[in-house]
Every structure is written in structure tokens, then in C-alpha cells.
């Protein structure tokens, strides 16, 4: 059965966004719309709020469970169009290769201009700071060395999903 089809049997039918509507549950005495009806890839989900069973609604309609399945499987086009778009994990790699990068020239400013400093007259609020730079600059490089390895990881990924796919 299409969702139009119980929608047409339904009282009081409001669309709730897409793919999602409200009614007035026919299986008990219902002032507002108590029912949720949410469309999904081959089937129909009923929803009452009171507490009515998915079977309770259906038999009010004079229909079976077996109607809340959908008669003919999706193409695969609409199949697309319903299914959130496939991760792009290269695009990702590489978002992942840029943060590694930012953290490297990061940690790269601050240790070459540690490296420079003589250390000469520096006070100890000025030398913890330093201290925290320097630690920092580490962690950004342990940080970098992490993003760089997701970063690989998902283009294996990639790679492989590209090769299952050509099998397929
Ligand atoms: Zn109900």
C-alpha cells in the first residue's frame, strides 16, 4: 500500500515536514491528532501517542498489518534520493589533512622561535608561558601526527569501497 492510501482513510491529516504526517488516530476517541504516520524506504510507520498498538490502528482502518509494507521495492533512483548521500571520505581526508597541516605550522612557529631564544633575562611568568607554548606546540604535534593517520585511514577506505564497487 502507498502512504497516500492510508492517509485517504485517515481524519484530520496534517503533513508534519517530509515524509511525515499527523492524524486522528482511528482506533480510540481522538480529539487531536494522536497518530504520527512517518513514510520510510519499503514501509509505513503508525504512531499513537495514547498508546495503540501499530495492529489496533490498522484493523480501525479495515486494513492488515501487511499493508503497511509498500507494494513495489524503490528504484534505485528513488532509493538515492532518500538515502543520505554517501560519504565523500576522501573530501574528508583531506579536511583532516588540512587541521593536521594547521597544527604542524603551528607547532613549527612556536618551536623555531623557542629555538632562536637565549633564554637571557627572562622572568619566570614569561619562562612558564613559555614552558605551556612549547608543551602546547608538542600537542599540536602529536595532534597533527593523529589527523594525518585518520586522514590515511580514510582513504584506504575510500580506495576500497571504489574497488567493491567495481566488483558489485
Ligand atoms: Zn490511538
Known amino acids: 500500500m502507498r502512504v ?3 492517509l485517504d482513510r485517515l ?4 503533513p508534519r515536514g517530509a515524509g511525515k504526517w499527523s492524524a486522528r488516530c482511528p482506533a480510540h ?3 487531536g491528532p494522536s497518530l504520527s504516520i ?3 524506504m519499503d514501509r509505513i510507520l503508525v504512531h499513537c501517542f ?3 498498538t501499530p495492529e489496533a490502528i490498522i484493523t480501525a482502518l479495515g486494513l492488515g498489518l501487511r499493508d503497511l509494507f509498500m ?3 524503490l528504484s534505485q533512483r528513488q532509493r538515492a534520493t532518500l ?3 554517501t560519504l565523500d571520505l576522501t573530501a574528508i581526508a583531506f579536511q583532516f589533512d588540512l587541521a593536521a597541516l594547521d597544527r604542524r605550522l603551528r607547532a613549527e612557529q612556536v618551536l623555531t622561535a623557542v629555538a632562536a631564544f637565549t633564554g637571557e633575562g627572562i622572568e619566570d611568568s614569561q619562562r612558564n608561558r613559555l614552558v605551556k607554548a612549547v608543551v602546547r606546540a608538542y600537542r599540536d604535534r602529536e595532534r597533527a601526527e593523529l589527523f594525518e593517520g ?16 567495481h566488483a558489485a
Open 50 to 52: 495514547a498508546g495503540c
Open 38 to 40: 512517518a513514510e520510510r
Open 71 to 73: 507494494d513495489a521495492p
Open 11 to 14: 481524519e484530520g491529516v496534517r
Open 83 to 85: 538515502l543520505p548521500q
Open 29 to 31: 476517541q481522538d480529539n
Open 4 to 6: 497516500q492510501d492510508l
Open 150 to 165: 585518520v586522514a590515511d585511514a580514510l582513504r584506504v577506505m575510500a580506495y576500497e569501497e571504489r574497488i567493491a564497487r
